[in-house]
C-alpha cells in the first residue's frame, strides 16, 4: 500500500464530506483533484461529495491520458490548465459554493480581481482572484477563456458558475475556498447594507 496516496485520499475525501455537509458543494457538480507521483487524481464524473470514496477518482497525466477506466470529471480540462500554468499546484477544488457564486453574478466586477478585501484573510490564504466570464459549464469555449488567463490569478471565480482554487495540496485549497467564501458572503453582506 502507498501511504502516502492513502494520506492524500484520505484528505479529499474529508474535505469533500465537509463541504458538502456544509451545503458548500451540493449533488454530483463538485470537483477536485490532486497530484501523486506524476498522475493526477480527479473526482469521477457522477461523483457526490457527499458519499466520496478512495475509488471514485478517474487518474490521467497532465496531457490527459487516462490510466483507469473511471470518467474524469467533465471539467477536468480547468483543473489540467492549473496544474500547467502554476507547476508548484499540487490540488484543485471547484464548487459551486452560494456566496462565491451570487458574488460572480455582480455586475460591473474588476475581473482581474474581483474579490474585495474587506478582511486580509483572502489575500493571506489565496491572493488575488479574477473573474472569469461566462460560458456553458463543461463547455470548450470554458477551458479555453479559463486557459487564457489562468497564469494571472491566485484563484478564480467563474461567472455565474462557482470558484475554482488551488493549493500545495488538498487542505490548503481547501482553506483557501474556505477563506473566499467566508469573504464573497462578508461583500455580499455589506453589498446589501452599503
Request: one cysteine or more; charged letters at 25%; proline letters at 6%.
Amino acid at each position: 500500500m502507498d501511504k502516502t496516496l492513502d494520506k492524500k485520499l484520505d484528505n479529499a475525501i474529508w474535505v469533500a464530506h465537509s463541504l458538502f455537509q456544509r451545503g458548500k458543494a451540493s449533488g454530483s457538480v463538485a470537483n477536485l483533484s490532486f497530484v501523486h507521483e506524476g498522475k493526477i487524481y480527479i473526482t469521477a464524473t457522477g461523483a457526490c461529495f457527499g458519499t466520496l470514496k478512495p475509488g471514485e477518482f478517474a487518474v490521467m497525466d497532465i496531457d490527459g491520458n487516462q490510466y483507469n477506466e473511471l470518467k474524469p470529471s467533465k471539467e477536468w480540462p480547468l483543473h489540467l490548465s492549473v496544474f500547467k500554468a502554476k507547476p508548484d499546484t499540487g490540488a484543485v477544488l471547484h464548487v459551486h459554493s452560494t456566496y462565491s457564486v451570487l458574488w460572480s453574478c455582480v455586475p460591473g466586477l474588476n475581473e482581474s480581481d474581483c474579490m474585495p478585501d474587506h478582511t486580509p484573510y483572502l489575500k493571506m490564504k489565496l491572493g488575488t482572484v479574477g473573474l472569469i466570464p461566462y460560458e456553458k459549464p463543461g463547455s470548450q469555449e470554458l477551458f479555453n477563456v479559463f486557459e487564457k488567463r489562468v497564469k494571472a490569478n491566485n484563484g478564480w471565480l467563474l461567472s455565474h458558475h462557482g470558484p475554482v482554487v488551488p493549493g500545495k495540496d488538498v487542505m490548503e485549497a481547501f482553506f483557501a475556498l474556505e477563506e473566499l467564501e467566508e469573504s464573497a458572503q462578508i461583500a455580499w453582506e455589506l453589498r446589501k447594507r452599503l
